[in-house]
T-cell receptor, first 114, second 114 residues
Framework: AQSVTQLGSHVSVSEGALVLLRCNYSSSVPPYLFWYVQYPNQGLQLLLK??????LVKGINGFEAEFKKSETSFHLTKPSAHMSDAAEYFCAVRLQTGANNLFFGTGTRLTVIP | SQTIHQWPATLVQPVGSPLSLECTVE??????LYWYRQAAGRGLQLLFY??????ISSEVPQNLSASRPQDRQFILSSKKLLLSDSGFYLC?????????????FGPGTRLLVL
């Protein structure tokens, strides 16, 4: 069975500091990996995804994530936090075969301190 | 371009009343459609998904049901709401061409059952 673990339900960083949001997955086969962002009272917006190819994936708003198979991780980073990055972030996985469903982590709420 | 709509945006309903939430997708055909619920402080829970008209798969047994009367319309219903049905309901769609496809989310419906 597949699952997603996001370490830290709340993360606070100072404006301009590095953002690191952690995501680990458990899957019997290599999955596809996604990061979504949710602003208050809105739907989810795709930040980036990994399917195949280069393991370092660049997304919107300066975010990037690296797929590390040996560590079963897909951590999200941004070199310098902006106030507008304050939101909730969800990591999700989908198997390459079988049911076409996304399995989400419980989310990490990012607070940016001015 | 494709867009996804949900309505109503907000709904307050008494316990025991019926529910109907609607989701429509524009600009694509034969999408896979999904209903998620996001309870306060928790991640996203997949409720139903559909790969075609009249085809509904339920992920979690509960007092909710889903229907897909048209290719780009997905409806979430209940005959009698419970307090525990309160939450943020999100509809999503993907192209049906494989698990690498991105799920695109609607703006959501916030439901409060009193």
């Amino acid at each position: 069975a597949q699952s997603v673990t996001q370490l830290g339900s709340h993360v606070s960083v100072s404006e301009g500091a590095l953002v690191l949001l952690r995501c680990n997955y458990s899957s019997s086969v290599p999955p596809y990996l996604f990061w979504y962002v949710q602003y208050p009272n809105q739907g989810l917006q795709l930040l980036l995804k990994y399917t195949t190819g280069a393991t370092l994936v660049k997304g919107i708003n300066g975010f990037e994530a690296e797929f590390k198979k040996s560590e079963t991780s897909f951590h999200l980073t941004k070199p310098s936090a902006h106030m507008s990055d304050a939101a909730e972030y969800f990591c999700a996985v989908r198997l390459q075969t079988g049911a076409n469903n996304l399995f989400f982590g419980t989310g990490t709420r990012l607070t940016v301190i001015p | 371009s494709q867009t996804i709509h949900q309505w109503p945006a907000t709904l307050v309903q008494p316990v025991g009343s019926p529910l109907s939430l609607e989701c429509t997708v524009e600009g694509t055909s034969n999408p896979n459609l999904y209903w998620y619920r996001q309870a306060a402080g928790r991640g996203l829970q997949l409720l139903f998904y559909s790969v075609g008209i009249g085809q509904i798969s339920s992920e979690v047994p509960q007092n909710l049901s889903a229907s897909r009367p048209q290719d780009r319309q997905f409806i979430l219903s209940s005959k009698k709401l419970l307090l525990s049905d309160s939450g943020f309901y999100l509809c999503a769609w993907t192209h049906n061409s494989g698990p690498q496809e991105t799920q695109y989310f609607g703006p959501g419906t916030r439901l409060l059952v009193l």
